[in-house]
């Protein structure tokens, strides 16, 4: 298990490198200057001029882009262009809201997705069944702005309960301001949760280790839960993980929505003021945690099923049959 993890780790530098040089040629190609969005459209050539030095981007973009990977070796991301910050304190300061929100999207994710896909697989082809099925499919369709601001209208504006804009300051402020934002990111995620348990669910529900711990009296309660839900939870796990990483790295446009202090809305932000060093630090910040998060999924996947674990050159015990 232990080179498994540190080989997984060396094959993350490669996708680093690939993600800075393409997000650092892509914002240094499109238009726009940053020194002339620094200093305003009143300012003289001159000016101008003595920023771009300043900035470096004087240079060859070969040149800068070494330079920036030479400083990234250091552990330096550089200093924002918009208020000659460091990036790294700013992406740090930012990274708690959008984990928060993503976790948050997942809980309602797991709430409503997982208890539905299981009864759609236990009615399968009933009412209910094609119901959930009919909602995932919409949920899965439906952009996640547009789901935003209807809750926005219906939850904000109409009625009041909740607000739109911001994130609360003290606990149960902050529990009311993730409502709406929670929400939105969770409706998506729940709908492929659905989808993605029933199928699981349909695999396991009909095997003969099934049938065999009904005919010992064990509850249906406990076979669900103990014996099927047990060994379709690998694929599950994988569609959780893949969205939790998604939302960690995807949720600027609800963060821009509901003006949400995170990460995402920084990178907008950044994005619209082409802050390049700003840019490169929340991508290869994203990119880090959505690598860490597959990561912990597939060590994940040895405590869900110990065979696996063999695989990755750990002991695992003899088991007849199946896990359960």
Do not use: C
Not at 11 to 32: A, Q
Not at 285 to 295: E, P, Q, Y
Request: proline fraction near 5%.
């Amino acid at each position: 298990m232990g080179k498994y993890i540190l080989r997984r780790l060396v094959m993350m530098i490669p996708v680093l490198f690939g993600v800075t040089f393409i997000v650092f040629f892509i914002m240094s190609l499109t238009p726009g200057d940053p020194a002339a969005i620094i200093l305003g459209d009143q300012a003289s050539g001159e000016a101008l001029a003595l920023k771009r030095i300043e900035l470096g981007l004087d240079k060859p973009l070969l040149v800068r882009y070494a330079t920036y990977m030479g400083n990234l070796l250091r552990g330096d991301l550089g200093l924002s262009y918009r208020n000659q910050i460091p990036v790294a304190g700013q992406v740090w300061d930012k990274f708690p809201n959008t984990a928060m929100l993503a976790v948050a999207g997942i809980i309602v994710a797991l709430i409503i997705g997982i208890p539905v896909g299981i009864l759609s697989a236990k009615k399968q082809y009933t009412f209910m069944d094609n119901s959930s099925m009919v909602l995932s499919l919409v949920g899965v369709s439906m952009p996640n702005f547009w789901l935003g601001l209807l809750l926005s209208l219906l939850f904000a504006l109409k009625l009041g309960w909740l607000p739109s804009q911001g994130m609360g300051q003290g606990f149960f402020p902050l529990l009311r301001s993730l409502v709406l934002p929670a929400l939105t990111l969770g409706t998506g995620v729940a709908a492929t949760v659905v989808r993605m348990t029933r199928s699981s669910m349909l695999e396991v529900i009909r095997q003969d280790y099934i049938a065999t711990a009904r005919a010992k009296g064990i509850t249906e309660k406990q076979v669900t839960n103990k014996h099927m839900l047990k060994n379709a939870l690998i694929p599950i796990v994988t569609a959780v993980g893949l969205q939790f990483g998604h939302l960690l790295g995807g949720a600027m446009l609800t963060e821009t929505i509901f003006s949400w202090p995170g990460l995402g809305r920084l990178m907008v932000d950044s994005i619209t003021s082409k802050d390049i060093p700003m840019v490169l630090g929340s991508v290869i910040f994203m990119a880090v945690m959505f690598s860490f998060v597959n990561l912990l999924v597939d060590i994940l996947y040895a405590f869900l099923d110990p065979r696996i674990k063999s695989q990755y050159g750990g002991p695992a015990k003899r088991r007849k049959g199946v896990v359960a």
